[in-house]
């Protein structure tokens, strides 16, 4: 079946890094665009990022471009989020999820990231 494993979520100070993992496992991950998808206490999920397939083409929101990176290794299965400069307000749940059609079919569990000093 159809698995999404987030990890490296953590506490971090404001202006700090961190790199988001995300397994995959159950599909052709190469065969699929990928996104990031994420939700802060009490608001509505964010799309914050997607890559399509073979990793050519690129999205960002406008509350992350220019600060975060996604990118993904289809010989490991695993889709990667690299944020720096990282804000308050970037505090949230992180999700990775499959592209399909117009929409995102599976999920993952979520990583927890905290931007607080």
């Known amino acids: 079946q159809v698995q999404l494993l987030e990890f490296g979520g953590d506490l971090v100070q404001p202006g700090g890094s961190l790199t988001l993992s995300c397994a995959a496992s159950g599909f052709t991950f190469s065969n699929y665009a990928m996104n990031w998808v994420r939700q802060a206490p009490g608001k509505r999920p964010e799309w914050v990022s997607s890559i399509n ?48 059609s117009n929409g995102m079919d599976y999920w993952g569990n979520g990583t927890l990231v905290t931007v607080s000093s």
């Open 53 to 100: 397939i073979g990793g050519g083409s690129t999205y960002y929101s406008d509350s992350v471009k220019g600060r975060f990176t996604i990118s993904r290794d289809d010989a490991k299965n695993t889709l990667y989020l690299q944020m720096n400069s990282l804000k308050p307000e970037d505090t949230a749940l992180y999700y990775c999820a499959r592209r399909y």
